[in-house]
């Protein structure tokens, strides 16, 4: 993908959740069962980023848990953030606006225990800018970490297939993008745009291996069918190529 494509495309996303952030929001006050599979797992001694944070509902779970360690939220929606910071006030956590898109990470500071990074991996366009993202997470990861993440199969829903929409919407073309990438529509207070990838296993072996890691775990979970996200977990094999 060019480099001018990405960009656009990353701006089409960041317009959305700027524009539709707080209707957005609404929509996801409840933790999908996966995450409270990854909230159960999660020591509450650990010190966690959490890449993509949204609204916060993941790191409101940890609170409500016992969590004890630092824990650092961030991203890229203002209003998003806005609702994230309605944490508790004892609760060691704080958030801080940032685009991951950003070659370097100078806002993200130290080494954490566990990263995770749900129902955000697949916004970001392009093998190159994903691999950039993959390897500032290694390099904030500790050699016996954890990086859990997961990312929407929306094609195996046939409600959400129908939501997807020609390129030429948003003034694309269909040879401008790659294999597995898709444009959907949304409905609620408006109609707006996203990008998505949709990521196959093989794919996202190769990213891992590409980026100094190894999947030792892969579950689906969501949805009516129990498939709607595609959950892994990567530990530090090598330093990142």
Not at 72 to 91: H, N, R
Request: charged share 25%.
């Amino acid at each position: 993908m060019r480099e001018e494509i990405t960009a656009q495309i990353i701006d089409i996303n960041r317009q959305f959740y700027q524009s539709f952030g707080t209707e957005f929001s609404r929509t996801r006050r409840r933790v999908q069962p996966g995450v409270r599979k990854i909230v159960e797992r999660i020591g509450r001694d650990d010190s966690l980023l959490d890449v993509g944070c949204g609204n916060g509902e993941f790191i409101r779970q940890l609170a409500a848990n016992g969590h004890r360690a630092p824990i650092l939220g961030v991203d890229f929606s203002l209003p998003l953030l806005e609702d994230a910071k309605l944490i508790p006030e004892d609760f060691p956590a704080t958030f801080h606006a940032f685009d991951i898109t950003e070659k370097e990470w100078t806002e993200v500071s130290g080494q954490y225990s566990v990263i995770t990074c749900f129902a955000m991996l697949h916004h970001i366009p392009s093998e190159a800018t994903r691999l950039q993202i993959l390897r500032n997470i290694h390099q904030r990861l500790a050699q016996q970490g954890q990086f859990i993440h997961s990312n929407w199969q929306f094609l195996n829903s046939e409600r959400l297939r129908k939501r997807i929409q020609g390129w030429d919407i948003v003034g694309l073309d269909a040879a401008d993008v790659d294999e597995g990438d898709y444009l959907l529509d949304w409905r609620s207070g408006g109609t707006g745009y996203r990008y998505a990838h949709h990521y196959s296993e093989a794919e996202l072996a190769y990213l891992a291996e590409m980026s100094g890691f190894k999947v030792v775990e892969t579950f689906y979970s969501d949805g009516a069918a129990g498939d709607l996200g595609l959950y892994q977990v990567w530990e530090k094999n090598s330093v990142a190529g």
